[in-house]
């Protein structure tokens, strides 16, 4: 009987361990999405207050003379959405965020609240739209964006869209498959919705709005089609204005995200750098030909710098390398340059992550020249001339919507998981474990009397 007793005791005992060291496995893996269980269970709260500098609609006012030009890093998400209002009043637009209804509203309202033609009317058409590349998160509202706005000329990946179930066939198929090579084929289509939608819209097979799309695969090297910048306008007028693409330089990549194009915005020698999600791949490429100084690379020399810098992927660690921040400014201006990040609030990716703030804080980025959508709204920059004793100069302003920043109540879910795994072990083990030995002990005692 005795040894029966013992071998049941051992197999509540075994149950008992793996019991808890499922329970604990389970809540230490929720820590995980930590963020996003705390904000669903209202854990966290967000405080918001107004930006201690200038707000979005002071800096996109008209300028004192001259032209200006808008850059809008639109709040969508995690996501990335920019909308360029060009000093002739073109309008630009660079991906539209993710599928999820709040983001595309959210882009949908921006532009009929803020962007308007020459005569302040609402716009009927982008005069440009560039896809940087085919995740959900870039492309997700360009679908419903075209379909009310339609593009004039359409800037694409060299991803064909493979998506089966719709009625529109993507036209950039065999120019793609042609273009790649054998051993990156998996990454040279996409069979998704999203992308299959914003393709479809891309082409604007409806004529929606009467537009006539043009359509361009994104190529730094075709001579045609690597500029953007105002028709009969030479270099040295007042109001030229160019937007260049350095990247990309190949026609397939191992990753989706390196088919993003890196480009270069300028006006009145304010310059933006504006990517999408290029890897540090695609930066290597790039900074590979900024080194040999050959052709248009030839600006990229040691005085060479952007005023403001996006950085590329949300802040992601993949992206943004010292070689390519070294590339794109000098160690004199970094102080004053923008870093623009454009993510989500609480995102599960945890973008921005650490160690690019910390790279941007040692390379000598100044902390309030930092800026994110997640914390601070919109942010809007403009160019534009200012009148100074007779004299013009053009200034870079910049503006956002607030600051927000995440409090924590006393109980948050990491507090609550660590509650729980003290719980489980309690009742689990260290009770049955005490219980066990003061039972161990009164037979040791009732043993002890009877002899």
Excluded at 17 to 44: H, P
Excluded at 78 to 93: F, R, S, T, W, Y
Excluded at 250 to 264: A, L, R, T, V
Aim: hydrophobic content about 35%.
């Amino acid at each position: 009987m005795a040894n029966k007793a013992k071998e049941s005791n051992k197999k509540i005992w075994i149950a008992r361990v793996v019991l808890a060291v499922v329970l604990i496995a389970a809540l230490l893996i929720s820590l995980l999405w930590t963020d996003a269980i705390n904000r669903k269970l209202g854990l966290v709260k967000t405080v918001e207050s107004a930006y201690d500098g200038n707000s979005t609609d002071e800096v996109l006012s008209p300028g004192e003379v001259g032209e200006n030009l808008n850059v809008h890093f639109v709040d969508v998400g995690q996501g990335d959405a920019c909308i360029v209002e060009l000093p002739d009043n073109k309008k630009l637009l660079i991906d539209a965020g993710d599928t999820h209804k709040e983001n595309k509203d959210k882009l949908l309202s921006y532009i009929e609240e803020h962007i308007n033609d020459a005569e302040g009317n609402d716009i009927r058409y982008f005069d440009y739209v560039i896809l940087t590349h085919p995740d959900s998160d870039h492309c997700g509202g360009m679908g419903d964006v075209l379909s009310k706005y339609p593009a004039k000329t359409f800037y694409r990946p060299n991803v064909y869209s493979s998506y089966a179930k719709g009625d529109f066939s993507d036209p950039a198929k065999p120019t793609v498959q042609a273009s790649v090579s054998a051993e990156l084929e998996k990454y040279n289509s996409k069979d998704t919705l999203a992308y299959y939608n914003a393709i479809r819209a891309g082409y604007n097979p409806d004529k929606v709005n009467g537009i006539e799309s043009t359509v361009v695969i994104t190529d730094a090297t075709d001579g045609q089609t690597d500029v953007i910048e105002p028709e009969g306008v030479e270099p040295n007028d007042p109001n030229y204005y160019s937007l260049t693409f350095y990247g990309p330089t190949e026609k397939s990549f191992k990753d989706w995200n390196d088919y993003s194009p890196i480009m270069i915005l300028e006006y009145h020698e304010k310059r933006f750098m504006l990517s999408g999600d290029a890897e540090k791949e695609a930066e290597a490429d790039f900074v590979s030909l900024a080194k040999e100084g050959k052709g248009k690379y030839e600006i990229f020399d040691d005085d060479f710098t952007v005023d403001v810098f996006k950085l590329g992927h949300h802040g992601s660690g993949t992206s943004s390398s010292e070689d390519f921040i070294e590339t794109m400014t000098t160690a004199q201006n970094r102080q004053n340059v923008i870093a623009v990040i454009s993510c989500g609030e609480g995102n599960k990716y945890k973008h921005p992550h650490t160690e690019v703030l910390e790279r941007l804080s040692a390379m000598g980025f100044a902390e309030n020249n930092v800026v994110r959508t997640d914390t601070n709204g919109t942010v809007a920059m403009s160019v534009r001339g200012v009148e100074e004793n007779g004299t013009v100069r053009y200034e870079l302003f910049m503006g956002a919507e607030a600051v927000r920043r995440t409090d924590s109540v006393p109980l948050t879910w990491s507090r609550i998981v660590l509650i729980a795994v003290g719980v489980v072990l309690l009742v689990l083990i260290i009770l049955p474990a005490v219980r066990d030995v003061r039972k161990s002990m009164k037979r040791a005692s009732k043993g002890t009397r009877r002899r």
